[in-house]
């Protein structure tokens, strides 16, 4: 059988990949991993799988927007981390869903439910719903999967202070100060997260409203921010000269 995964994370990834390679419900021939919703359309241009693990937001989009580029007849598995938008797809699927963080038993249940519906699957009522689904609006991202030693863990919106890049990589500070690793950019994170919460300060940090525990103005071109808890790097936090005006407007909203 051959499986393809469409998820950027590649923490999620190389999990999914390695819970599949252990389990013995379903004889796995193949993994295809598509890091994007370029690369999935590409590959259904000319090629095909048995089963589809698919997160629901990719950096470079909705990953049901691959359905109006490429046809599709192949029973899916949705990935995502938000709950409601999980419970939606539920409804709509004869397919299962997995819900990030989800472990091992999840993987085998909905793996289990594949093996059951696999030779009666009609994919038409699949397509309607991704169209009604697709019609609905997107959701912003409310949980955030880090790697904690070798698990994985899930960091709430309301936990998170801020995301800060340095060098290659990009962080992620709770308010409790523990720090992570994220597997994204600064640049495609800032389009998943809820407007209302976060906003891009500056190129290197994008900030919780909640983590502000002071607004310095030093002049009308240069606004310095305190953070609590302080970030790691010893830096001072400054609104780009071109945001001021659009932040303190979203602080003040």
């Given at each position: 059988?051959?499986?393809?995964?469409?998820?950027?994370?590649?923490?999620?990834?190389?999990?999914?990949?390695?819970l599949?390679?252990?389990q013995?419900?379903?004889?796995?021939?193949?993994v295809?991993?598509l890091?994007?919703?370029?690369?999935?359309?590409?590959?259904?241009?000319?090629?095909?799988?048995?089963?589809?693990?698919?997160?629901?937001?990719?950096g470079?989009?909705?990953?049901?927007?691959?359905?109006?580029?490429?046809?599709?007849?192949?029973p899916?598995?949705?990935?995502?981390?938000?709950?409601?938008?999980?419970?939606?797809?539920?409804?709509?699927?004869?397919i299962?869903?997995?819900?990030?963080?989800?472990?091992?038993?999840?993987?085998?249940?909905?793996?289990?439910?594949?093996?059951?519906?696999?030779?009666?699957?009609?994919?038409?009522?699949?397509?309607?719903?991704?169209?009604?689904?697709?019609?609905?609006?997107?959701?912003v991202?409310?949980?955030?999967?880090?790697?904690?030693?070798?698990?994985?863990?899930?960091?709430?919106?309301?936990?998170?202070?801020?995301?800060?890049?340095?060098?290659?990589?990009?962080?992620?500070?709770?308010?409790?100060?523990?720090?992570y690793?994220?597997?994204?950019?600064?640049?495609?994170?800032?389009?998943?997260l809820?407007?209302?919460v976060?906003?891009?300060?500056?190129?290197?940090?994008?900030?919780?409203?909640?983590?502000?525990?002071e607004?310095?103005?030093?002049?009308?071109?240069?606004?310095?921010?305190?953070?609590?808890?302080?970030p790691?790097?010893?830096?001072?936090?400054?609104?780009?000269?071109?945001?001021?005006?659009?932040?303190?407007?979203?602080?003040?909203?």
């Amino acid at each position: 059988m051959k499986i393809a995964i469409i998820e950027d994370e590649l923490l999620a990834v190389n999990y999914l990949k390695n819970l599949l390679d252990k389990q013995s419900i379903v004889p796995v021939t193949e993994v295809v991993i598509l890091r994007s919703k370029k690369q999935a359309i590409d590959f259904f241009e000319k090629d095909s799988a048995d089963l589809l693990f698919m997160d629901i937001h990719l950096g470079d989009g909705m990953s049901l927007e691959i359905f109006e580029h490429a046809e599709l007849f192949t029973p899916i598995i949705f990935i995502t981390a938000f709950d409601e938008y999980a419970i939606r797809v539920f409804r709509h699927f004869t397919i299962d869903y997995l819900l990030k963080p989800f472990e091992e038993e999840d993987l085998h249940k909905a793996l289990q439910k594949f093996v059951s519906i696999k030779n009666n699957f009609d994919a038409e009522p699949l397509l309607k719903s991704i169209s009604s689904l697709q019609q609905s609006g997107e959701e912003v991202m409310k949980r955030f999967m880090v790697r904690e030693g070798n698990k994985l863990k899930s960091i709430n919106e309301e936990d998170t202070a801020y995301f800060f890049a340095s060098g290659k990589y990009l962080f992620l500070t709770t308010k409790d100060h523990q720090t992570y690793i994220y597997d994204d950019t600064i640049k495609d994170i800032i389009q998943k997260l809820n407007p209302d919460v976060f906003f891009k300060v500056n190129r290197k940090f994008i900030i919780n409203k909640k983590a502000i525990s002071e607004i310095i103005k030093h002049s009308s071109q240069k606004v310095e921010l305190k953070l609590f808890p302080e970030p790691e790097v010893n830096t001072g936090v400054f609104i780009s000269k071109r945001q001021i005006t659009e932040c303190l407007s979203w602080l003040n909203s």
